[in-house]
């Protein structure tokens, strides 16, 4: 079961979805290693281990790591080391990260490790897979495995046919990158991905922790989202199935109508600062100071434009440019 309230500053809704789904998840991206695990023996997530190795990681950084201990169909012990890369462009250092915290997991544990990457960017061309270097006495080429979300464009018919879990989360992915100058094709894709959950005779905890990651990357214009939570209302209804989040529904709302006891300003600013954390990352003091001293209309205009960003630069960009308007 995916907990939203457990999830660290620096966390995503893919890091949830993958321990939610895990076995399901190497299925799909990463068949041959799939097949090399015993998956009646129960598997590990070895957070501590990997805040270990991970400690001089970038602050800031959209990474959705998880370092999991599993059973190979022959009784080994196996490690894996599963990176997810959220930023938005290609990361100069990346192949370097991959050797780097590969090692440490050897030199640390004694325990080689296989590494994979799941690359959500939107840069066709770059595709790493190695770091190396060679000298006249010495060399080294350390491969990985990668996949690239944006080559399921081509596949998405596959993917619709598909019942993996990761099947509709590379769908939801994918339609968001792709509507991310037109809010109404967002809340046509958010509608029919979700009512698609429906449609598989999901149970209803695939079609809550499935939700909760299509609402977390296809966010929607605060209009075209009351209209969206009031058409898949409508959906349920016809349907007889109790609407999916009604508890996360009030709370939310109640969030907002203690936001507007607090102050109509004070509560938009609680809310973009949510926000861009989900979007973004975790702010620094001083850019949270920059947001609240924001007036309403420049709070309503963020509240527009975060919709698009994907990285705190975005954010720096906009605040440039309209801070002073």
């Known amino acids: 079961m995916i907990n939203l309230s457990d999830r660290t500053d620096f966390d995503s809704p893919w890091k949830e979805i993958l321990e939610a789904y895990f076995p399901q998840a190497m299925q799909f991206f990463f068949p041959e290693t799939a097949a090399l695990i015993d998956w009646e023996r129960p598997y590990e997530f070895l957070n501590k281990e990997f805040q270990q190795i991970a400690r001089e990681a970038e602050q800031g950084k959209r990474y959705a790591d998880q370092l999991v201990k599993v059973w190979q169909t022959q009784g080994q012990e196996l490690w894996l080391l599963v990176h997810v890369e959220i930023q938005a462009t290609k990361e100069d250092n990346f192949n370097k990260r991959m050797f780097t915290y590969n090692f440490r997991i050897f030199d640390r544990f004694d325990q080689p490790a296989i590494s994979l990457a799941i690359l959500c960017d939107t840069n066709r061309k770059w595709r790493p897979s190695n770091y190396s270097y060679n000298y006249p006495n010495t060399r080294l080429n350390f491969e990985f495995g990668s996949i690239k979300l944006l080559d399921y464009e081509n596949r998405f018919h596959e993917l ?109 600013q609680r809310l973009i600062l949510r926000l861009l954390q989900r979007r973004v990352g975790k702010l620094s003091p001083e850019l949270q100071e920059c947001i609240q001293s924001l007036s309403l209309n420049q709070l309503e205009s963020l509240g527009e434009a975060l919709l698009d960003f994907t990285s705190v630069e975005d954010l720096l960009n906009w605040l440039q440019t309209n801070q002073s308007a």
Do not use: C
């Open 160 to 268: 619709e046919k598909n019942d993996n879990p990761f099947a509709t989360v590379v769908m939801a992915h994918l339609k968001t990158q792709q509507t991310r100058s037109s809010s109404e094709q967002r809340k046509i894709w958010k509608f029919s991905l979700i009512r698609r959950l429906y449609d598989l005779g999901l149970q209803e905890q695939d079609i809550r922790n499935l939700y909760r990651f299509i609402d977390w990357v296809m966010i929607l214009p605060k209009a075209l989202e009351n209209q969206f939570w009031e058409e898949l209302k409508q959906f349920e209804q016809e349907r007889t199935m109790r609407y999916v989040t009604t508890g996360e529904r009030i709370g939310y709302e109640r969030g907002i109508q203690e936001g507007r006891q607090e102050g109509e300003q004070q509560g938009e």
